[in-house]
C-alpha cells in the first residue's frame, strides 16, 4: 500500500484505495481541507511505513484527476477536499428536499448546512462553495432559485 506498484491494473486499484481512505478519512472528521506535509495518512508508525514526497504527489494527483479534490494553492500544498462531487451533492440536496416537503418551500443556505433537518446528510457541514456550487446545478436544472438574503447565510432557496 505504501509502495506506489509499477503494474498499471494493480496500481489503479491501488489509487483507488488511496481515494477511499482520503475521502473516509477527511468526511467522518468533517475535514474540509488537506494539508499534504502535514495529513498522518501518509505514514503508518505501527508498520513502520510511509509515502516518500514522489508518491505521495502521484496520490494527490490522481485524487484531484478523479475529481474529489481541487488545489486551493499553485505549490499544491492544500487541497478542498470535495466529500461528494457538485453533482451528486446536488442530487442529494434534492432528494433531502423532496424527502423533507421543502418543494414550493424556502429554506436557508445556513439551514441546509447547518440545520437540524439536515442531521447525518451528505451536506451537512459541508464547504460552503462546494454547497453553493451544488445549488447552481439545481438552478440551471430548473430545481430551485435562490434569493439573496441580508447575508450568504441568510440567503434563501425555493426547490420546485
Known amino acids: 500500500f505504501f509502495t506506489i506498484q509499477p ?4 496500481r489503479e486499484k491501488q489509487m483507488a484505495l488511496w481515494r477511499e481512505l482520503i475521502l473516509r478519512y477527511h468526511t467522518s472528521l ?17 508498520i513502520s511505513r510511509s509515502l516518500n514526497n514522489d508518491d505521495i504527489a502521484q496520490v494527490m494527483k490522481d485524487f484531484v484527476e478523479s475529481g474529489h ?13 470535495l466529500w461528494r462531487k457538485p453533482e451528486q451533492l446536488a442530487t442529494d440536496i434534492y432528494e433531502w428536499a423532496a424527502a423533507n416537503g421543502y418543494i414550493n418551500s424556502v ?9 437540524e ?17 451544488a445549488l447552481g ?24
Open 117 to 133: 433537518d439536515v442531521n447525518g446528510m451528505s451536506f451537512q457541514g459541508a464547504d460552503e462553495e462546494l454547497l453553493r456550487r
Open 69 to 81: 479534490g481541487e488545489w486551493q494553492d499553485s505549490k499544491q500544498t492544500r487541497c478542498r477536499i
Open 137 to 160: 446545478i439545481l438552478q440551471d436544472q430548473g430545481k430551485c432559485t435562490i434569493f439573496k438574503g441580508e447575508t450568504s447565510s441568510e440567503d434563501g432557496i425555493k426547490f420546485f
Open 30 to 46: 468533517k475535514i474540509k481541507t488537506l494539508v499534504v506535509h502535514d495529513c498522518p495518512l501518509w505514514n503508518n508508525a505501527k
Open 107 to 115: 429554506c436557508t443556505v445556513y439551514e441546509l448546512h447547518s440545520g
Open 7 to 10: 503494474v498499471l491494473s494493480t
